[in-house]
């Protein structure tokens, strides 16, 4: 009933910088949080930055300062500017919502299909 989609990842080298994007659709009465998580293959899914409808942002300590999470919840989206990318940003990445359904007020938690994300050195 919630449909997630990521979209800018790819390849890039090194200290380069790239933009994913999030877009959710569906029956959506409101959504109170967002985030970005990653998993790269061996590994478990980790998050790497969330943010909350009233703009409190957190972030995993292994990108502070590189990434930036933002959102704008009255179109349902989300973005994550990723900077000083590194080999080990190497991973599918993937955002979450989740918030409450306009059909029934029932509360939902969804995903994207995620995007890869290759940093070459």
């Known amino acids: 009933q919630v449909h997630l989609v990521e979209s800018g990842g790819g390849l890039v080298q090194a200290g380069g910088s790239l933009r994913l994007s999030c877009a959710a659709s569906?029956?959506?009465?409101?959504?109170?949080?967002m985030g970005w998580y990653r998993q790269a293959p061996g590994n478990p899914r980790e998050l790497v930055a969330r943010?909350?409808?009233?703009?409190?942002?957190g972030y995993a300590e292994s990108v502070k300062g590189r990434f930036t999470i933002a959102g704008d919840f009255a179109k349902n989206t989300m973005y994550l500017q990723m900077s000083s990318l590194k080999p080990e940003d190497t991973a599918v990445y993937y955002c979450?919502?989740?918030?409450?359904?306009?059909?029934?007020?029932?509360?939902?938690?969804?995903w994207g299909q995620g995007t890869q994300v290759t940093v070459s050195s």
């Open positions: 943010i909350v409808s009233d703009g409190n942002t």
């Open positions: 569906g029956s959506i009465f409101n959504i109170n949080e």
């Open positions: 979450a919502a989740e918030g409450r359904l306009s059909r029934d007020y029932a509360p939902f938690e969804s």
